[in-house]
C-alpha cells in the first residue's frame, strides 16, 4: 500500500485522485494534462509521476490575463544537461516541458528532471536566514547573520590563522560561481576548500590525467551512438543518469552493439546487458588485468596503436601475466571463461565505449582502477576515435565545472596546481599584487625547520575536514586546527563516518550551511548554538553557465526571482567579501549592481585565465547563442549543421582554444587525430616531459591531420616558436604580452594602443631566456595557442599516453585488498600501504587493515544511487513527487543470507558497522545482489543510529521523508592519492531489530 508521508495516512493513487479532483465529466489527454499541470514532457513520465498530490502554483491574476513567457534551464540533478523548459506566468513557475531541441535529453526527461518546478517552489526551502540559539532556531537577518559570521571568522582568522576556516564549496554552483568561490577563498588565504567532486570522481581525474593528459570524460553521450560494444563498470545510468541511458539503447538498438555490465549488484542497467559480469565489491583492478589478460594472450590488442600512442605498455604486459584466470576467479570471483568472453566480444566488436562511476572510484585504489580502466581502452585501440573513449559519468549538474573552475584544496581554476607560477597567472588575470595575496596566507616551519607559504601547500580535501577537527594540532601540517565550517551547497550525509563528523562539529568554534535546503547538517550537530543557516537560491533563481559531463556548456536563464529571502551564491560571495573588507579587490575586474556582480563579466574573468583547458573561446554571447539555436546541432555527432553555428560543436565542448574572437569549433572527443586541431582533433597532451629513461615519451608517426609538425612535438612555448620560425606570425600586440607575462614591461599592454612594434626601450640581457619560457598556459594573449593551431599544431603538444605513472605509489595498477576485507589470505597476497601522512592529515593503511573484523562483521557492505533520489537527498526528498515513490530506507539482502539470518521482506533491522556504528532500515530481499554483499542507497538522512531526528529541523524545512544514512555505517578509507573515500566495501553485520 502507498503511504504518503507529509501527513502520516494513507493515501490512493495520485493519478486517480488527480481525475477524482476533475469531478465525473470525461476529459480527453490534453485537457487531462492541462489540468494536472503537466505538459506532453511530462507525460513521458506518467508511469512514476502522476498528478494529484501536488497542486499547481496559480499565479494571482484574473483568467486570460497572464503574462506568460518561457525560460530555458538545465536540469540540477545529474550531469547529462537536460535542458528544461519552463513556462512563467507574472513571475510564478506554473509548467515545464524537457527541451526537444536540446541533443543531450532530445524530449525526455527521468522522474528527478520531471519534477524540478517542486525543487524550485518547495514549500520546505529555507526560507529565511536562521540561527541555533539554546538550541532553538531563531530568524534573523541578512546583515545580522552576515556580521556575526564574519565577526567570529575574523576573530578565528586572527587567533588561529585563515586555515582555521574551512570553505567548503559546490557541484551546485554554476561555473561562475564556482570560480568566484575558489578566487574568495584564494583571497580570503587559504587552500582549505573543496567541493564534491573529492567524493566522487577526484579518482578519475587523478587516474585519467595522469594517463593521457586531460581528467575528463573524452568523449560525449551522442557519441555513443557510433560505438560497436559498450562496457560500464560500476556505472548505473538506469537509475543515477536515467536519460543518458537513452543514448545506450539507441547504440544497442541501431548498431547491434553488445552492452556488457560488470558490477557486485544486479542493476537496473544490469537488466538491459548481454553480458552481466558479477565481481567482488573492491576488485576492479584485478578484474581488468583478468579481461586484457585473454587480449593479450590472443594479440588482440591494437599492437601498431600502442607503438605510436603508448609509453609503458610493456610493463603492464608483466603485471597482467600474473592475473592467469585462476587468480582472477579467486580475487573476483568471476570465471575465467566469462572474461575470456568478455575480452572477445570487445576485441570483435571496436571501437568500444567504456563507462564508468562511482562504483569505481570511491575506493581505496580508486585512483588505480582508473588507470586500469584507461589501460585497457588503450591497448584496444579505443581512445581518440568516434564510438570509443572514456566515457565517465558524472553525478550533480556542474560538477564538471566546479572542477574545472578550481574549486579544489589542490589547484586554483583550470587546473593550475598551486605552485608560485600558478598563483602569479592567476594574479595577472585578477590583476592583483602579488605579494598583497602571498600576505593574506599563513607560513608555517615546515619538518625541515625551513618556513613554507601555505599559499602553495595542499589543503585538506573535504574527505578529511573531519580529521582537521579531530586530530592534535601537532599532527596537522598546517598553523593549528579546523575552528569553523563553511558548508555551502554540500549534504554531510553523502560522507562517511558520520558518528565522527557529528563529533567533529560539535568541537566548532561555528557551523554554517549555506544551501536553498537546511541539510542534514541541521540535525547531524547536536549543538545548542554556534550554527546559522544561510538560505541559498535555486539555480533556477539566477543565471549563468554550467557544463556537462561531455565538457560542453551551457547557459541557463534565471527562470524566476529569489523565492522568500534566498540570496543567489555569488551575492552571499560578494556580502563575506565586503564584510572582510577585500570586495574592490576582488571585484575589481567584475561589474556589481547594488550587491550582484554580473555574472558575464565573471565569464569573462575566467575566459582570460583559464587556457590549460581552452576554457577561452566561450564567451558569454557564443554560450547564450548556442542555447537559443539548439535545434541547429546534430544530435550524434554535436556539430552545427548550418545556421549561426556551422561546424561548431554544442556547447563549446573544452578545450575551445585561444580567444572567442578565434572561433574554435570546440573539441567533442578528446585525442582524435583523424580531425585538424582547429576543428577539434588532438593528439595526446605532452605534459610528461620528452623523455623517461631514455625512452621517448613523444608521439611516433602519429600527429592530427593536417600538422606541419608529421611527428611527436612537446608543448608550445615562444622559444619553439621562434625555433620554427613562427614568431613572426604574432600580432604585435600577442608579443607585448608574452614580454608582460615574461617580466620585461612592467604594464599590462592594451590591445588598441599597441603600435606595429612590440617591446620599447632597453632590451635586456636575458631577454631571449624570459620570453622564451612562456607558454601556451601563461600567455594572456592566447598568440601562442593561435599560432601553433594556424600551423595544425596543438598547443599541448602531441605526445604518447603513459600506461605508467612513476609519481603514483603504484606505477602501476596493482590489486590491493579493501581495509576491511572479508578475506584474509587476499590480505596476505594482496596488502594495502603503509599508513602515512599527506593532504595535510595522518592517514591510516596497513594498521587498520591488520585487524580482522571479517568473522564479527561477516557481509561485504557496497553503497549507490536511486532513480528517485539524488546526491544527499534533501531536495529530493522534499519534492512531494518525488518523495512518494520511494519512501523508505532500506539494505538489499540475497535471499541467502536473509533466511539464514531469520530475515524476511520489509523486516525492521540493525546494520552494525566495525566502526561501532549502527542503523536502522528496511530489509529488502532480492537477488539484485550476490551472496555475502549488501547494498544500501546513501540519499537518506535525518534519522541517527535509531533516533528520528524530525524535531530538530527548523519548523517546515523537515524532508517529506527521513531515514538512515548509509554512511553513518561507513568506515575510515581514503585513496592513496586524492584521499578519495571508500564508501564502496567495507563489511557489516545483519540482525533483527
Not at 526551502?125 to 541555533?132: F, I, N, Q, S, V
Not at 568541537?507 to 550551511?513: C, E
Request: hydrophobic share 35%; glycine share 10%.
Amino acid at each position: 500500500m502507498l503511504r504518503k508521508k507529509a501527513n502520516g495516512v494513507a493515501r490512493g493513487s495520485r493519478l486517480s485522485s488527480t481525475v477524482a479532483e476533475q469531478g465525473v465529466t470525461a476529459i480527453d489527454r490534453r485537457t487531462f494534462l492541462k489540468r494536472s499541470g503537466l505538459t506532453i514532457g511530462g507525460a513521458a513520465a506518467i508511469s512514476t509521476l502522476s498528478g494529484g498530490m501536488v497542486k499547481r502554483a496559480e499565479a494571482q491574476t484574473a483568467a486570460g490575463t497572464a503574462d506568460v513567457v518561457t525560460r530555458k534551464s538545465v536540469c540540477t540533478h545529474c550531469s547529462v544537461g537536460c535542458t528544461v523548459i519552463a513556462e512563467v506566468e507574472n513571475g510564478v513557475w506554473t509548467r515545464q516541458a524537457p527541451g526537444y531541441d536540446s541533443p543531450f535529453n532530445i524530449g525526455a526527461h527521468c522522474a528527478k528532471g520531471a519534477s524540478v518546478r517542486e525543487h524550485a517552489h518547495g514549500d520546505r526551502r529555507l526560507k529565511y536566514p536562521m540561527k541555533l540559539v539554546g538550541g532553538k532556531w531563531q530568524r534573523v537577518s541578512w546583515d545580522e547573520a552576515i556580521n556575526e559570521i564574519g565577526d567570529k571568522m575574523l576573530e578565528v582568522r586572527e587567533t588561529s590563522g585563515p586555515d582555521s576556516v574551512y570553505w567548503l564549496g559546490s557541484a551546485k554552483f554554476s561555473n561562475e560561481q564556482a570560480y568566484l568561490f575558489r578566487k574568495f577563498a584564494a583571497y580570503w588565504g587559504t587552500n582549505n576548500v573543496d567541493h564534491q567532486a573529492r567524493i566522487c570522481h577526484s579518482t578519475t581525474v587523478s587516474g585519467v590525467a595522469n594517463t593521457w593528459g586531460y581528467g575528463a570524460m573524452t568523449n560525449s553521450y551522442n557519441d555513443i551512438h557510433n560505438a560497436r560494444s559498450m562496457i560500464l563498470i560500476g556505472s548505473n545510468p538506469a537509475e543515477a543518469h536515467p536519460v543518458s541511458l537513452l543514448h545506450l539503447l539507441k547504440c544497442k538498438e541501431e548498431n547491434n552493439a553488445p552492452l556488457i555490465v560488470c558490477d557486485p549488484r544486479f542493476t537496473r542497467t544490469a537488466a538491459h546487458a548481454d553480458e552481466f559480469v558479477r565481481f567482488r565489491p573492491g576488485t576492479d583492478v584485478a578484474l581488468i588485468w583478468g579481461i586484457l589478460y585473454h587480449v593479450f594472450e590472443n594479440g588482440w590488442e591494437d599492437k601498431e596503436y600502442i607503438s605510436s600512442r603508448v609509453w609503458g605498455m610493456d610493463q603492464i604486459r608483466e603485471e597482467v601475466r600474473k592475473w592467469n584466470p585462476g587468480e582472477v576467479e579467486r580475487v573476483t570471483g568471476v570465471p575465467g571463461s566469462q572474461l575470456e568472453r568478455v575480452a572477445r566480444t570487445l576485441a570483435e566488436n571496436r571501437p568500444g565505449t567504456l563507462i564508468w562511476c562511482m562504483g569505481g572510484t570511491q575506493h581505496t585504489n580508486g585512483s588505480s582502477n582508473t588507470r586500469a580502466y584507461s589501460i585497457l581502452q588503450l591497448a584496444l585501440g579505443n581512445i581518440g576515435t568516434s564510438g570509443g573513449g572514456a566515457n565517465i559519468f558524472r553525478g550533480h549538474d556542474n560538477v564538471q565545472g566546479a572542477t574545472d573552475l578550481g574549486v579544489l584544496a589542490d589547484t586554483l581554476p583550470g587546473y593550475y596546481g598551486l605552485s608560485a607560477g600558478a598563483y602569479a597567472h592567476w594574479a595577472r588575470v585578477w590583476g592583483e599584487d602579488l605579494d598583497w595575496l602571498k600576505g593574506r596566507f599563513a607560513t608555517m616551519q615546515g619538518k625541515d625547520g625551513k618556513d613554507k607559504l601555505m599559499m602553495n601547500e595542499t589543503g585538506i580535501p573535504v574527505s578529511r575536514w573531519i580529521d582537521g577537527v579531530l586530530e592534535a594540532k601537532e599532527n596537522l601540517e598546517q598553523p593549528d586546527q579546523t575552528k569553523v565550517m563553511v558548508f555551502w551547497g554540500h549534504a554531510p550525509n553523502s560522507q562517511t563516518r558520520l558518528p565522527e563528523m557529528q563529533k567533529a562539529m560539535g568541537m566548532l568554534d561555528l557551523l554554517v550551511v549555506v544551501d536553498p535546503y537546511p541539510t542534514m547538517t541541521a540535525v547531524l550537530q547536536d549543538r545548542q548554538d554556534g550554527v546559522y543557516l544561510l538560505p541559498a537560491s535555486t539555480q533556477y533563481e539566477t543565471y549563468g553557465s554550467v557544463t556537462a559531463s561531455n565538457r560542453s556548456i551551457q547557459w541557463r536563464e534565471a527562470v524566476v526571482e529569489p523565492l522568500f529571502e534566498s540570496l543567489p551564491d555569488h551575492i552571499i560571495m560578494y556580502k563575506f567579501a565586503k564584510k572582510f573588507g577585500f570586495e574592490d579587490r576582488l571585484f575589481r575586474n567584475i561589474e556589481v549592481n547594488g550587491e550582484e556582480p554580473l555574472v558575464e563579466d565573471i565569464t569573462r574573468e575566467w575566459n582570460r585565465g583559464m587556457w590549460t583547458i581552452g576554457m577561452t573561446g566561450q564567451s558569454p554571447e557564443r554560450l547564450k547563442s548556442h542555447m537559443e539555436n539548439q535545434h541547429t546541432f546534430d544530435k550524434t555527432t554535436l556539430r552545427g549543421v548550418g545556421g549561426p553555428h556551422d561546424g561548431e560543436f554544442y556547447g563549446l565542448p573544452w578545450p575551445c582554444w585561444g580567444t572567442p574572437e578565434m572561433k574554435h569549433t570546440g573539441s567533442a572527443n578528446l585525442y582524435d587525430v583523424s580531425v585538424p586541431v582547429a576543428k577539434g582533433g588532438m593528439g595526446f597532451r605532452a605534459r610528461f616531459g620528452v623523455e623517461r629513461n631514455g625512452d621517448n615519451l613523444l608521439a611516433e608517426n602519429s600527429w592530427p591531420v593536417g600538422s606541419e609538425i608529421e611527428d611527436g612535438y612537446p608543448e608550445f612555448t615562444m622559444a619553439m616558436l621562434k625555433g620554427l620560425g613562427w614568431d613572426q606570425d604574432l600580432s604585435p600586440y600577442e608579443r607585448r604580452m608574452i614580454e608582460y607575462v615574461a617580466g620585461i614591461i612592467k604594464e599590462r599592454p592594451n590591445e588598441e594602443e599597441v603600435g606595429e612594434t612590440s617591446h620599447q626601450g632597453e632590451i635586456p640581457s636575458d631577454y631571449d631566456d624570459k620570453v622564451g619560457g612562456v607558454n601556451w598556459k601563461v600567455d594572456l594573449s592566447g598568440g601562442i595557442q593561435r599560432v601553433a593551431i594556424n600551423h595544425g599544431c596543438a598547443p599541448y603538444g602531441n605526445a604518447k599516453a603513459r600506461a605508467v605513472v612513476w609519481t603514483f605509489p603504484d606505477p602501476v595498477p596493482l590489486h590491493r585488498e579493501p581495509l576491511y576485507a572479508p578475506n584474509r589470505e587476499l590480505v596476505a597476497d594482496y596488502p594495502t600501504i603503509a599508513d602515512k601522512t599527506f593532504w595535510r592529515v595522518p592517514t591510516a593503511y596497513k594498521s587498520i587493515q591488520d585487524v580482522d573484523h571479517s568473522k564479527d562483521f561477516p557481509l561485504v557492505m557496497t553503497s549507490g544511487r536511486l532513480v528517485e533520489y539524488e546526491g544527499g537527498g534533501d531536495e529530493s526528498r522534499s519534492n512531494s513527487w518525488l518523495a512518494e515513490l520511494q519512501q523508505d530506507m532500506f539494505v538489499e539482502i540475497n535471499t541467502f543470507d536473509a533466511n539464514n539470518l531469520g530475515i524476511r521482506d520489509r523486516d525492521t533491522v540493525w546494520l552494525h558497522s566495525p566502526s561501532g556504528a549502527k542503523i536502522k532500515v528496511m530489509a529488502m530481499l532480492t537477488e539484485r545482489v550476490g551472496r555475502g554483499v549488501v547494498f544500501c542507497p546513501f540519499h537518506f538522512g535525518g534519522h541517527f543510529q535509531g533516533v528520528d531526528q524530525r524535531d530538530k529541523y527548523p519548523e517546515g524545512a523537515d524532508p517529506i521523508v527521513l531515514g538512515e544514512a548509509c554512511n553513518t555505517a561507513q568506515t575510515y578509507g581514503y585513496d592513496m592519492v586524492t584521499q578519495m573515500q571508500e564508501s564502496k566495501t567495507t563489511l557489516c553485520r545483519i540482525e533483527r531489530a
